[in-house]
């Protein structure tokens, strides 16, 4: 196979990619110019929930909310490798179970570590 015939099979790629480049552009360049722009303070203020903000917004918050954000990722991509797996159980075979049972492995000492420090516990330090 030539490079002319690798240039054809891929010639729509490429140009696929660059009208999305181009339309994407376009609309942030549209958008900026039709917008209305009438800034005023209480419109460049921060919120939360529509709620305006009583006290500082950049307090810090406890690197546990964090933690326990990243170990509900870890669940949730854990469910979502587990059904295509198990929908395809009968055909990949015995070996996939033994990945399948090492990849739950590794999640449930991920989950051990995070009880051990204490992670799930809400109440204040």
């Keep these: ?3 002319e015939a690798l240039t ?3 010639l729509p790629v490429l140009i696929v ?3 999305s ?12 110019l039709v917008r209305p722009k009438r800034p005023y303070t209480l419109k460049l203020t921060p919120y939360e929930c529509g709620i305006p ?14 933690i326990v954000a ?9 469910t979502i490798f587990l059904y295509p797996w198990a929908i395809a ?3 990949i075979g015995f070996y996939a179970l033994i990945e399948m049972y090492l990849f739950i492995v590794i999640l449930f000492i ?11 516990n809400w109440s204040k330090e």
Excluded at 21 to 32: L, P
Excluded at 70 to 78: K, N
Excluded at 110 to 120: S, T
């Design 21 to 32: 480049i181009i339309i994407g552009m376009s609309i942030i360049v549209i958008s900026k």
């Design 8 to 10: 054809h099979r891929y």
């Design 89 to 91: 159980y009968k055909k």
């Design 53 to 66: 903000s009583v006290e500082d917004t950049w307090e810090r918050f406890n690197l546990k909310f964090y």
């Design 17 to 19: 990619i660059i009208i």
């Design 110 to 120: 991920g989950y051990f570590y995070a009880l051990g420090k204490n992670v799930f």
């Design 1 to 3: 196979m030539g490079s």
């Design 70 to 78: 990243i170990v509900f990722v870890i669940f949730d991509v854990e």
